[in-house]
Structures are given as structure tokens and as C-alpha cells.
């Protein structure tokens, strides 16, 4: 896929794992994610799952404008994978979520 640096979209998702869930369960329903959600959806560029202290997780996903951003984020309670994962968590309720411009990348050339 080519991509416009200038329109690459970065959405920052952050989220925290119920207590009562294992990271072999959170590992299962983020790829269910993945394959029956994100990689449907245009625009789709990658995805990183960020492991911070404790149960505090981000999910970032990289798009390819903000428009496509914000149509996947209206298909996103439709999907069952989505309501899958989005069960393993607390505070749900996409407060958090934000999207941002990629103003500039450097890249290690090593």
C-alpha cells in the first residue's frame, strides 16, 4: 500500500485489563481483533499492543488518512471480535481513544 506520510493517522487507544483476565486471553481476543476486524477495514496500515505498569495497556493502530480512522471507529461496536475484546476491559467507554496526524517519522537506518 502506498501512504501519504502527511495523512497517516495514529489512533491512541489507552485501556486497562479486568483483574479477572489472563494476558493469554487478552493475546487471543487482540489477534481475533486483528484478523476479523482491523485488517477488513480500509486504510488499515498496523497495529501495536504497548504493555505499561500494571493492567495499563494501549492500543495503538496506524490508518492511512483520518477519514478511514473514523469510519473503522463506526463500525467498531458492530463487530463481535470488537465486543470480545472490549469485554476483557474496564473503562470502555472510548473516552480515551484519540487520533493524531503524523507530523514526522526518523527511522534508525542500521
Request: glycine share 4%; net charge negative.
Amino acid at each position: 500500500m502506498q501512504l501519504d506520510s502527511n495523512n497517516l493517522t495514529v489512533e491512541w487507544a489507552p485501556f486497562k485489563v479486568a483483574s479477572h483476565v489472563s494476558e493469554q486471553q487478552l493475546f487471543e481476543a487482540a489477534n481475533a481483533l486483528e484478523n476479523d476486524f482491523l485488517k477488513q477495514q480500509a486504510g488499515y496500515v498496523r497495529r501495536e499492543l504497548l504493555r505499561g505498569e500494571g493492567n495499563n495497556w494501549v492500543d495503538l493502530v496506524y490508518w492511512s488518512s483520518p477519514e478511514k480512522a473514523q469510519a473503522a471507529s463506526k463500525n467498531f461496536m458492530e463487530s463481535a471480535a470488537c465486543q470480545q475484546y472490549f469485554s476483557l476491559m474496564t473503562d470502555t467507554d472510548g473516552s480515551g481513544v484519540a487520533h493524531y496526524a503524523q507530523a514526522h517519522s526518523w527511522h534508525c537506518n542500521n
